[in-house]
């Protein structure tokens, strides 16, 4: 999708403990492989939780694999609900800043290796399997990008 149709929502309160709470929304419609990317400017010490969430029509997948880095560094991350992962910080010096990114590994698909030909009018079977995964749908176009 065009990142200028992605909805961007910031909240700013102020929670029981009288600390500043940031929660940022960052939402891609439709299945995305781009990334996104999103910068924001903090004033003061600050409390934020970042999620990553995935589609609740995803949510059949049984073995996903999530990780929450900064920069190159892994961080734990808390796991919200079945399709939701959190990094919970505290930015309150320079060395907190950076950049933090959410990885979700994809499913393995196979596929055959040769190319299928066919000839108009001829019948053809495609198969596509996805191990360890139940598929929502599947999606078949020719190459010029007609979906059929």
């Not at 949510?59 to 920069?71: A, H, N, P």
């Not at 190159?72 to 990114?101: F, P, V």
């Not at 495609?126 to 599947?138: E, M």
């Amino acid at each position: 999708p065009d990142l200028t149709t992605s909805d961007f929502k910031g909240e700013v309160n102020l929670n029981k403990s009288k600390s500043l709470y940031v929660e940022y929304e960052v939402i891609i419609p439709g299945e995305s492989v781009i990334s996104m990317q999103k910068n924001i400017t903090l004033g003061s010490a600050v409390k934020i939780e970042l999620s990553c969430r995935l589609a609740d029509k995803y949510s059949s997948m049984k073995i996903i694999q999530v990780t929450w880095k900064r920069g190159n560094e892994t961080i734990k991350h808390i796991n919200k609900s079945k399709n939701s992962w959190a990094i919970q910080l505290t930015i309150s010096e320079n060395r907190k800043l950076g950049s933090y990114t959410c990885t979700v590994k994809v499913p393995q698909i196979e596929g055959r290796e040769k190319p299928v030909i066919s000839y108009e009018g001829d019948s053809a079977i495609l198969v596509c399997k996805s191990h360890s995964y139940t598929p929502i749908a599947w999606t078949w176009y020719m190459t010029n990008g007609s979906e059929q």
